[in-house]
């Protein structure tokens, strides 16, 4: 018509806004996206409303205040108005995303031992139970993305670009079926996780799976806390290529397009990729790692529970005593021992329910309130040497006991003197042999006596430190002691 002015609509919402999603309780709710320089846009969500004008990129942000979780679906418009063209007025373009639920949302990331999905046509990739798992499933208020994989611009995430849309699914047979072009289904931490989480809470909880094998924890770490200079001699040793190792490509890929969501906090299950690192430089990363996550998803109480290395072939002794340590340096970050469910055999132990599930007792216990003795397991404090015995102190534990499919299996304690030789180191302490309380250790407090044949005087002590050893020693929590050396 003659004297029309058309305009392109160019409105986007950011990555997460998409039908079915979970947006995070009792969190001011952060909405976010693209449109025509200078335009106005409107958010309502049921009656909130909130408005904002785009930068001369396009970018735009709004901020509603918090709500209580509901199962009840609610609706989110987005309107764009193009206030700074005449002589048109009015909107120009409207989104709406549809069923909208309240509840708890999480970050699941790592490598392999994350991305092993709960069900798939690889025996040796995939939980042991999720056949069942899956078939069992049929839960409309667990909502989940599963993100394809893709690296990003190793120094920025633009806005402008929007590269990567959620899709969020409902956790039934259908929605957690591969998809074509998919190379796996949602994780089986993830899975166990939110399950718990759900069955525990009764509120709706939404999981971002963003997983990746065989990647390292630098590649995770956003560019606003990796060190320039890393990052410059990373790519010059590689002469500029970008892949999955290179650090913040993952975080910018998969992670940064969800910044900066309101969100509880995140699991991590990852280490094999910095098996060469120093317990200190591994610390160093995963410090680096959290404050980046922290501080792009602007909330300094972001939770990061995150899972110890399961035994391999090795018991990966290094990392899983700078996982250790972290988790004593960070406030916010929480462990899970896995001393006892590993495969020597295989590298990617198929029971991730014990995982899920041990991962959920931090967050049940700290976030949401449920009374529970205790959620962590024993970590080592002091270690006295007197010849060839040792005294152990612990936290975390008040009664020890040993278990075992082989009951002859004696914890996989070993001491040492001036030469570095290791020995087998037996448990001192009276041990109950009665059928009902068999392999409980008697001690005031969770200390442990060592003793070492032949060892004159011994000057180290460690646990688990021989290749395919699997831990067998539990606090009164049922939780494992973790690999250490003093």
Sequence with gaps: ?????????????????????????????????????????????????AKAQ???????????PPRGASKKPVSMTVTEYKVQVLPVSGAIDTL???????????????????????????????????????????????????????????????LTTLPLKAEWRQFDSKG?????????????????????????????????????????????????????????????????????????????????????????GFIWYQGCNNVNDSVSRYVERMNLLYSGWAKMFENPDLKLYFAQLAPYQTNWMNICMAQTQFAQSEKNANLVVLADAGNPYDIHP????????????????????????????????????????????????????????????????????ADGVWVKAKIANPVVTDAFRRGVVQSDGGWLTLEAEGLDKAVHVRYLGQPRTAGTLYNELSLPLGPFEK
Excluded at 57 to 64: F, P, Q
């Design 1 to 49: 018509m003659t004297g029309t002015i058309l305009l392109l609509a160019t409105l986007k919402l950011g990555t997460p806004f998409s039908d079915g999603m979970v947006l995070q309780r009792q969190m001011p709710i952060r909405v976010w996206g693209t449109s025509d320089a200078r335009s106005e846009v409107r958010v309502k969500l049921g009656n909130d409303t």
């Design 54 to 64: 785009a930068d001369y990129e396009g970018n735009w942000r709004v901020e509603l």
């Design 96 to 158: 709406t995303v549809n069923d909208i639920l309240v509840g708890e949302v999480w970050f699941a990331c790592g490598q392999s031992n994350m991305e092993c999905p709960i069900w798939g046509d690889n025996p040796r990739f995939r939980d042991e139970k999720g056949a069942m798992m899956v078939a069992m499933s049929n839960n409309p208020f667990i909502r989940f993305v599963k993100n394809q994989k893709r690296e990003g611009d190793v120094w920025r995430y633009s």
């Design 176 to 264: 957690l079926a591969l998809r074509p072009g998919e190379e796996y289904m949602l994780s089986a931490v993830a899975f166990y996780f939110a399950r718990e989480l759900y069955l525990a809470t009764d509120v709706p909880i939404g999981i971002v799976d963003s997983s990746w094998g065989g990647t390292p924890a630098e590649a995770w770490t956003p560019p606003c806390t990796m060190p320039a200079k890393d990052l410059e001699d990373n790519l010059a040793a590689r002469g500029g290529k970008v892949d999955q190792y290179t650090p913040t490509a993952l975080f910018n890929g998969l992670v940064a397009p969800y910044c900066p969501m309101a969100m509880r």
């Design 350 to 417: 198929n029971r991730k329910d014990i995982v899920g599930q041990r991962l959920a007792m931090h967050a049940l216990r700290r976030e949401y309130g449920f009374e529970m003795p205790g959620d962590e397991s024993p970590v080592l404090q002091k270690v006295t040497f007197r010849g060839n015995t040792a005294v152990l102190e612990f936290n975390n534990v008040k009664e020890w006991y040993i278990y075992s499919g082989n009951w002859s299996v004696e914890p996989a304690f070993e001491m040492c003197g």
